[in-house]
């Protein structure tokens, strides 16, 4: 409870610094799960309809996922320098993969029968995709986008590491100065934001789940 207080008060005496961290956790978290999805939705259709794209990209994917994020980015810092666009590349290749297997995913496990029948209604195959199979495919998209959201938002602390600002600072600098009072300070603020932001997506996940008749 000692230490508890402690960053209670250390919170207290840097108020401004704290909320911006925040704000920049959020925004490079937002950022690198924008582009995951813009990305990987798009991929994950053509991987769903391409045996070429499915084996390619399934397989660099799947190779994606063993790399551990900080190795990334020390990996893209030669390359970018120590900057936040450095923290987004590398949070970005971490927020890919689950948009990406559960969009292809959400495809594949579509009812066939549906899909017929709309293509006996006469709808063109982009009119099938925007009109049926996408709102369809919706829950299970944004199932990816739950376990992207819950790993990118943990792993935003690491941009602490090439001066990217978040609430990484505050556990780097615990950890630099063996104080868990300020560690708290990140860590604390960074498992709250992730449960609320899961929560958030889960109802609406639950909101858009096709009601079965």
Known sequence: ??????????????????????VDHLILAG???????????????????????????????????????????????????????SAIVALTILAMPPVLINTDAAFRT?????????????????????????????PVILTGVRISAVDVIASATLAAFVGSGGLGIYITRGFALYDYSILFVGAIPVALITLAVEGLLALLQKTLQPIKT
Do not use: D
Request: glycine share 6%; with cysteine.
């Open 1 to 22: 409870m000692h230490t508890l207080w402690q960053s209670y008060l250390y919170f207290l005496n840097r108020q401004t610094e704290f909320w911006g961290a925040v």
């Open 31 to 85: 950022i690198a799960i924008g582009l995951a999805i813009l990305v990987c939705v798009p991929l994950g259709i053509w991987t769903s309809k391409s045996r070429f794209a499915s084996l390619t990209l399934m397989n660099l994917v799947n190779g994606l996922r063993v790399i551990p994020s900080l190795a990334v980015l020390f990996l893209i810092i030669p390359y970018l320098g120590l900057t936040s666009t």
């Open 110 to 138: 579509l009812e066939p029968a549906i899909i017929e029948a709309a293509r006996g209604m006469g709808m063109s195959a982009f009119q099938r995709l925007i009109k049926v199979e996408f709102p369809l495919a919706i």
